[in-house]
């Protein structure tokens, strides 16, 4: 908890969520900072044996929507109990977890972006070519107008994962042996609409976004309404699963 | 302030199977309250519902006159500690406690206090605690809720006899110096019986009784005195003891002036019944009109 300070009743939940997402980032700083070294260091030591013509970046920021999923999953997973157990409803916990999923969402998606960015400039004054896998080729992934357009979309989609995450964590919570099952629906749709948009395999099982060849020739826009769509479903499902959960009996 | 806790007809079903059954209590505010039962009988379900960590499949719970289910000022202030507590066992002590001021009414300074007296390790993860230590955190957090209902669900399980009396004892300071409603749900039951204003019996999903002690105490009695006297009373004894010539016995029914006239003349002293020999009677599953 960010202060020692009684939180006031009326704003306690705005103030949790807020609190959630520094003590994330806190917790998490050194797993942010090893990226960071680790995207930026190693194109540097491949550079020695091969010509650079990949963003190490956008594996990272990749790899941060698996991480996304799991904060909003292992979070609401142990909120749940802790936080109904010291006197907040379900209600409340809800909107904390939106509050942190925003910030969380907006706070690495701004890293993504100010990451990529970054990446462009390092890798033009290198003289490396900062592209990306499309299946046979690997195309550049542009201007500069291209790559903050291309980077742009990354807060949304930390958004989506997160709550998908989110539904995952409140169902595994509460229907103990199948709730993870909600994978099965959840991981395909995300995946695809995360392949959709950027024209590439996302990180992880490629396969399960197999939708998304099918949305290569659909405008950005239309699949970017799509994953505002998903978010806010997300979000639906995981405020009816969280909103009559009940807390587990204590084992003995 | 203080809570009042009211359930009108309600029943918990886990699947098929009610784990209380069309229950009905009234319990005022500002009293402690013991809440017994055997393994299974409903006691930590009745609890959960009282704090809204599950809510009735019929019926209400009204806490204070006001539903608790999602009603964040009343939930704000009625804290169920259970057994170990519900903590992020990756926390350490310290932020435990600090995370208590998400309540307005927490004071972290008692609780901080609390826990340098039962030693607690402020630095150490909860994952690391000892069972004794670890209850002994959900006491110190249960104290320091400064709640109007405050329900301790077996908390006490691992703490030494020394701890359990110190907590006994803060509890009943804490009480005294800032009334509120206090439910303890315990099977050590003579141990907390001196602090009890009303005891609750739950058997089998059901209220079995509901009074004050006093009411529980006459209830029955204790007849100490030689063998061949007690004996002679002719009376059906819960439970006995022998020790050379000496005989105590406890029995289930209040005792009629004619009884207590041939008691005296035998010397045999008559006291009140032991709470927990009391409760194990009425218990009794081979025990009719329970």
Redesign the interface.
């Known amino acids: ?1 960010p ?7 009326s704003t ?1 939940r705005y103030a ?1 969520g807020l609190g959630f997402a520094l003590e994330g980032l806190k917790y998490f700083k050194y797993w942010v900072a090893a990226a960071l070294v680790l995207s930026f260091a190693v194109p540097l030591i491949v550079s020695q044996y091969t010509d650079i013509t990949l963003s190490a970046w956008f594996y990272t920021a990749n790899a941060g929507k698996w991480f996304t999923a799991f904060v909003g999953g292992g979070f609401v997973y ?1 909120l749940v ?12 916990l809800a909107v904390s977890m939106g509050v942190f999923g925003l910030l969380w969402s907006l706070l690495l998606g701004a890293i993504a972006f100010a990451g990529i960015l970054g990446e462009r400039a390092y890798y033009g004054a290198l003289g490396w070519s900062q592209g990306l896998d499309a299946g046979d080729v690997i195309a550049p992934i542009g201007t500069l107008g291209d790559t903050a357009a291309f980077a742009a979309h990354y807060p949304l989609l930390y958004l989506v994962y997160f709550l998908a995450g989110t539904v995952i964590g409140i169902a595994s919570y509460r229907w103990e042996a199948s709730g993870w099952l909600l994978l099965v629906p959840i991981i395909p749709v995300v995946f695809s609409l995360d392949n959709g948009l950027y024209r590439t395999e996302p990180v992880g099982p490629g396969w399960a976004g197999f939708l998304g060849l099918f949305m290569d020739d659909w405008a950005r826009w239309f699949i970017v309404a799509a994953i505002v769509v998903v978010a806010a479903g997300l979000a639906a499902a995981a405020y009816r699963i969280l ?2 959960v ?2 587990r ?2 084992q ?1 | 302030m203080s809570f009042a806790i009211t359930l009108r007809s309600v029943t918990l079903k886990y699947g098929a199977e009610d784990a209380l059954a069309d229950v009905d209590l009234e319990l005022e505010a500002g009293k402690i309250y013991g809440l017994l039962g055997r393994n299974g009988a409903g006691k930590t379900s009745l609890l959960s519902l009282v704090a809204a960590f599950r809510r009735p499949t019929t019926g209400e719970v009204l806490i204070g006159g006001e539903p608790v289910w999602e009603n964040a000022p009343v939930v704000s202030r009625v804290a169920l500690i259970r057994e170990g507590g519900d903590f992020d066992d990756t926390e350490t002590v310290k932020a435990i406690i600090e995370s208590g001021t998400i309540r307005p009414s927490f004071d972290a300074d008692y609780a901080f206090k609390l826990a340098e007296r039962f030693e607690l390790p402020l630095k150490k993860r909860v994952s690391a605690l000892s069972r004794g230590k670890r209850s002994v955190l959900a006491a110190v957090c249960g104290l320091a809720a400064r709640a109007e209902l405050t329900m301790f669900d077996e908390v006490h399980l691992g703490m030494d006899a020394p701890t359990r009396d110190a907590f006994y004892k803060e509890l009943l300071a804490e009480y005294m110096e800032r009334p509120h409603t206090i439910v303890l749900s315990t099977h050590l039951i003579d141990e907390v019986a001196n602090y009890l204003e009303e005891v609750v019996i739950v058997d089998r999903g059901r209220i079995l009784r509901h009074a004050d002690i006093e009411a529980f105490q006459g209830m029955g009695a204790t007849l100490t005195g030689p063998a061949d006297a007690v004996d002679a009373l002719g009376l059906a004894a819960l439970a006995e003891q022998r020790l050379g010539g000496t005989k105590s016995i406890t029995v289930a029914e209040p005792l009629d002036a004619a009884t207590r006239e041939r008691a005296a003349a035998g010397g045999v002293e008559i006291g009140p019944v032991g709470l927990q020999d009391l409760f194990i009677h009425l218990t009794d599953p081979n025990r009719n009109g329970a």
């Open positions: 908890m202060a020692l300070a009684n939180l006031g009743l306690r949790l142990t109990p802790t936080m109904v157990a010291a006197g907040l409803t379900r209600r409340e909103i009559d009940p807390l009996s204590k003995a």
